[in-house]
Antibody, heavy 121, light 113 residues
Framework: EVQLVESGGGLVQPGGSLRLSCAAS????????MIWVRQAPGKGLEWISY????????NYANSVKGRFTISRDNAKSSLYLQMNSLRAEDTAVYYC??????????????WGQGTLVTVSS | DIVMTQSPDSLAVSLGERATINCKSS????????????LAWYQQKPGQPPKLLIY???TRESGVPDRFSGSGSGTDFTLTISSLQAEDVAVYYC?????????FGQGTKLEIK
């Protein structure tokens, strides 16, 4: 069964850092492109970062560029999101998602269940 | 960056009736080299992650009921539910994949009238 499980969320103070992880199983992780998407409470989906299957190509939304870093460890079938200089507006559920096919085109399934990040003093 | 705008923001439809959701992109998402529209639709129910419904603007994902259909080209797209069922209550999102600087529409909340 294809599965994505996020972890690492929690409560952090403004200006702090957090590292999210996404553990993948049930497929050849190294073949698939991955993204992070977040959803603030009661709001819509916001794409925040993309990484190619090899990790050689990366993109960020303007809202997180320079503060967040996406990475992956194909040997561990894991995706990461390092979040620095966190702000209240970064409070959201963070989802990882896999490109549906390999090589990727850009529609995403499956998705993880999400991990909640709360930025507050 | 491509901006995706959905309309309406919310919609109430009677059971068995048609529901129509629109999505407009700020620039064309039609690739001339393959004549494909780089547009997907997702459904999100409360407390759940999004579920892929449609890609290439009109291709249903495996297992998606055929009452769901997508249409449109270039900058204007539509998701249609031909006969609304109770389990279709959800928020629907469009997403472009014309570049890897992806973006989603703001979502359309679909309810039962």
């Amino acid at each position: 069964e294809v599965q994505l499980v996020e972890s690492g969320g929690g409560l952090v103070q403004p200006g702090g850092s957090l590292r999210l992880s996404c553990a993948a199983s049930g497929f050849t992780f190294s073949s698939f492109e991955m993204i992070w998407v977040r959803q603030a409470p009661g709001k819509g989906l916001e794409w925040i970062s993309y990484i190619s299957s090899s990790g050689s190509s990366i993109n960020y939304a303007n809202s997180v560029k320079g503060r967040f870093t996406i990475s992956r460890d194909n040997a561990k079938s894991s995706l990461y999101l390092q979040m620095n200089s966190l702000r209240a507006e970064d409070t959201a559920v963070y989802y990882c998602a896999r490109d549906h096919i390999a090589p990727g085109i850009g529609w995403f399934a499956p998705w993880g269940q999400g991990t909640l990040v709360t930025v507050s003093s | 960056d491509i901006v995706m705008t959905q309309s309406p923001d919310s919609l109430a439809v009677s059971l068995g009736e048609r529901a129509t959701i629109n999505c407009k992109s700020s620039q064309s998402v039609l690739y001339s080299s393959n004549n494909k529209n780089y547009l997907a639709w997702y459904q999100q129910k409360p407390g759940q992650p999004p579920k892929l419904l449609i890609y290439w603007a009109s291709t249903r994902e495996s297992g998606v009921p055929d009452r769901f259909s997508g249409s449109g080209s270039g900058t204007d797209f539509t998701l249609t539910i031909s006969s609304l069922q109770a389990e279709d209550v959800a928020v629907y999102y469009c997403q472009h994949y014309y570049s890897t600087q992806y973006s989603f529409g703001q979502g359309t909340k679909l309810e039962i009238k």
